[in-house]
T-cell receptor
C-alpha cells in the first residue's frame, strides 16, 4: 500500500493564481483532513471530510475550498492565492472517528510570490 | 520540511541517554493526548496516545506521562538513537459535540541526538 500520497510535492504560484492540491489514500479510510504547517505554529486544520461527498470547515478555512467526490481522494483548492498561503500542506486520513492515529502524506511545499 | 525546526524549543541529548519532551496543554476537557513525530521532509507519524483517565502509558522505548493537576504531558524516550532526531508534537482531542476526531496540535519540540 502506498498509504497517503500528495501531488505535487512543490509548487510556486504568483499572487492571484489558482491551483488544486490532490490527496489520495488507498487504505479505505472514511476520514480525511487538510492541514497547513507554518514555522513555529504546529499544524492547523483547514478542512476535513467524514466521508465521500461531505466536507466541513476546520480552524483556518478562509481562502480554501475542498471536495471529496471519491472516497479515496480529497482535493484542496486555492482560488486566488495570496502570500499568506505560503506554507507546507499536509493531508491525512483515519479509519474512524474514535481512532487517534491519523496517517499523513509527505506534504506539499507551496510558495506564493 | 526543513523549516519546521525554526523557532522551536530544542532538546539536545547524547546518543544512548534518555530524552524527556514536555508539553503543556490548556483544555481540561481533552479526552485524549497524542504524540506525533515528524522527521525532516516528512509528514507527522503517530507514536503513542493516552486517555485522560490514565497517568501513564508505555510503548516500545517510549513512555507518556500525564499530570492533569498541572496540565502537563511528557514523552520519555529510552536509550535515544540518532533515528529519534525529529520534531515531536503533542496533540489533544475532545470527544463528542461533533468534534469528529479533530486534533489540536502544539507547536512542537526539536529533538537533536548527538552521536
Amino acid at each position: 500500500n502506498a498509504g497517503v500520497t500528495q501531488t505535487p510535492k512543490f509548487r510556486v504560484l504568483k499572487t492571484g493564481q489558482s491551483m488544486t492540491l490532490l490527496c489520495a489514500q488507498d487504505m479505505n479510510h472514511e476520514y480525511m483532513y487538510w492541514y497547513r504547517q507554518d514555522p513555529g505554529m504546529g499544524l492547523r486544520l483547514i478542512h476535513y471530510s467524514v466521508g465521500e461527498g461531505t466536507t466541513a470547515k476546520g480552524e483556518v478555512p478562509d481562502g480554501y475550498n475542498v471536495s471529496r467526490l471519491k472516497k479515496q481522494n480529497f482535493l484542496l483548492g486555492l482560488e486566488s492565492a495570496a502570500p499568506s498561503q505560503t506554507s507546507v500542506y499536509f493531508c491525512a486520513s483515519s479509519p474512524s472517528d474514535w481512532k487517534n492515529e491519523q496517517f499523513f502524506g509527505p506534504g506539499t511545499r507551496l510558495t506564493v510570490l | 520540511g526543513e523549516s519546521v525546526g525554526l523557532h522551536l524549543p530544542t532538546l539536545s541529548v547524547q546518543e544512548g541517554d534518555n530524552s524527556i519532551i514536555n508539553c503543556a496543554y490548556s483544555n481540561s476537557a481533552s479526552d485524549y493526548f497524542i504524540w506525533y513525530k515528524q522527521e525532516s521532509g516528512k509528514g507527522p507519524q503517530f507514536i503513542i496516545d493516552i486517555r485522560s483517565n490514565m497517568d501513564k502509558r508505555q510503548g516500545q522505548r517510549v513512555t507518556v506521562l500525564l499530570n492533569k493537576t498541572v496540565k502537563h504531558l511528557s514523552l520519555q524516550i529510552a536509550a535515544t538513537q540518532p533515528g529519534d532526531s525529529a520534531v515531536y508534537f503533542c496533540a489533544e482531542k475532545v470527544l463528542g459535540g461533533g468534534a469528529t476526531n479533530k486534533l489540536i496540535f502544539g507547536t512542537g519540540t526539536l529533538l537533536a541526538v548527538q552521536p
